[in-house]
């Protein structure tokens, strides 16, 4: 394990006791390392960087990241941050209503990347980016509002008014128009459109946790949207989701075309955590999959072959090609990846394995759990800059592995701190 910040070597433990999680948590916050950045709206956008990343549109605010960072505040204790932006998600969706309600009619096309729900905005303005192209067809995006908002409305912190049934209640429909189980879209890292396994689970997430806020108060959705019809549709989509996964499952992907055919993909760790779409065997083969494949020496690889912060991607590429939208244009941006295993590793799945081990062991009591939970905490601290900054990832520049510009990524940091959560808690029990 290489830690990059030498202090918080000297901080990590094999075994965690909840004054030394306290101690942890008090030097991360004292270095900045869990402080969150928000703009007026409530919501956060991607890095907080600053000009270093100004050609990135790291600025922005994604759909998903918000999702992460919210429930990380909400584990925290701290319900009102994720109230802010659960508040300003529906705000912004129902500007998007008629792109929902023209797709459900079968006014727009939904292979028409721009028909779709934006998943990318101005988080200022709540509003769309104007003059600009992005892979907007992200069904795990509003799948992840989907299941953040009703679980939120269902525990009495956030609001169900006119405004904010009308535009919920559009979600499932959507979903059932576009055949979600069956739909291409570009998942979780916005590349090519293929059926994921990742983005159809998220949705099914979504789906039931707003048809278990939808039996716990009817009489809410039954004033406002008038269709008796509702939880039949939520019950044969969820069905027809579930399905699906069977089907695809443990793969990411498994259609017949090479691009569209993945067998190994770390968007599934969040099936297993923390939306508990996927349990029992199957959850144990991608987690073994994840580890055999995967990782890496610092950090976990998004998919064998992935070439988004391929070696020396800064010399390779200008500042303003380098997050563009490759989803029509993915060959192009394979070339820069000579070979399989030089793949960037990336920041963001240690701190979510670490939450699940540590839920795994107060389910379990196994010390085998307890212990990869430790293994891969101490993994996301070892990722720390010396700065005391969450990165999104390490690629090889030079020949040796470093941080690319976007630190500290705030969804980073928001998997950090549910991993922190966990392990307060399994120290406490450890006591």
């Known amino acids: 394990m290489r830690f990059q910040n030498r202090e918080l070597e000297s901080l990590s433990s094999k075994r965690y006791t909840a004054d030394s999680v306290s101690q942890l948590e008090e030097v991360l916050r004292k270095n900045g390392a869990l402080t969150f950045v928000s703009l007026p709206s409530g919501l956060f956008p991607a890095s907080t960087a600053g000009d270093t990343i100004a050609a990135s549109g790291y600025s922005n605010v994604w759909v998903r990241d918000n999702v992460y960072v919210a429930h990380a505040h909400e584990l925290n204790g701290r319900t009102e941050v994720a109230t802010q932006v659960a508040s300003a998600l529906v705000k912004f969706f129902h500007t998007q209503r008629q792109r929902f309600e023209d797709t459900i009619l079968g006014v727009a096309c939904p292979t028409e990347v721009l028909n779709r729900p934006h998943v990318r905005f101005d988080g200022q303005s709540l509003s769309e980016i ?82 278990q806020l939808l039996r716990a108060q009817p009489d809410t959705f039954a004033h406002h949207c008038h269709d008796l019809a509702l939880e039949k549709l939520l019950t044969n989509s969820l069905a027809r989701g579930r399905a699906a996964l069977e089907s695809i499952l443990p793969n990411e992907c498994s259609q017949l075309t090479p691009s569209k055919n993945r067998r190994y993909d770390a ?3 969040f099936l297993i955590f923390p939306l508990s779409v996927v349990k029992g065997p199957i959850a144990e083969l991608i987690l073994h999959d994840a580890n055999r494949f995967l990782k890496g020496a610092f950090g976990i690889r998004r998919y064998l072959g992935d070439s988004y912060w391929a070696p020396d991607y800064e010399k390779r590429l200008p500042a303003k090609e380098r997050t563009k939208d490759f989803s029509e244009s993915m060959a192009l941006r394979d070339t820069l990846l000579e070979d399989v295993g030089d793949e960037a590793q990336w920041c963001l799945f240690d701190p979510i394995l670490s939450a699940h081990y540590g839920r795994c062991f107060l389910e379990t009591g196994l010390a085998s759990a307890a212990e990869q939970q430790i293994y891969h905490f101490n993994r996301a601290l070892s990722q720390i800059t010396p700065s005391w900054k969450c990165p999104e990832l390490y690629y090889l520049r030079n020949g040796e592995y470093v941080s690319n510009p976007h630190v500290p990524l705030q969804w980073t940091q928001a998997n950090l701190l549910m991993a922190l959560e966990s392990m307060k808690t399994t120290a406490a029990q450890h006591a």
Do not use: C, M
Request: proline share 2%; charged share 20%.
């Open 267 to 269: 968007a599934l760790l």
């Open 130 to 211: 104007s003059g600009e192209r992005w892979a907007h067809a992200q069904n795990d995006a509003l799948g992840y509002f989907l299941w953040l908002y009703s679980r939120l409305a269902g525990n009495g912190h956030a609001p169900l008014g006119v405004q904010e049934v009308e535009t919920l209640v559009l979600f499932p429909r959507y979903f059932d128009a576009i055949s979600y189980w069956e739909d291409e879209d570009s998942g979780h890292w916005e590349e090519a459109r293929k059926i994921s396994a990742s983005s159809i689970g998220t949705v099914v997430a979504g789906l039931e946790a707003f048809l």
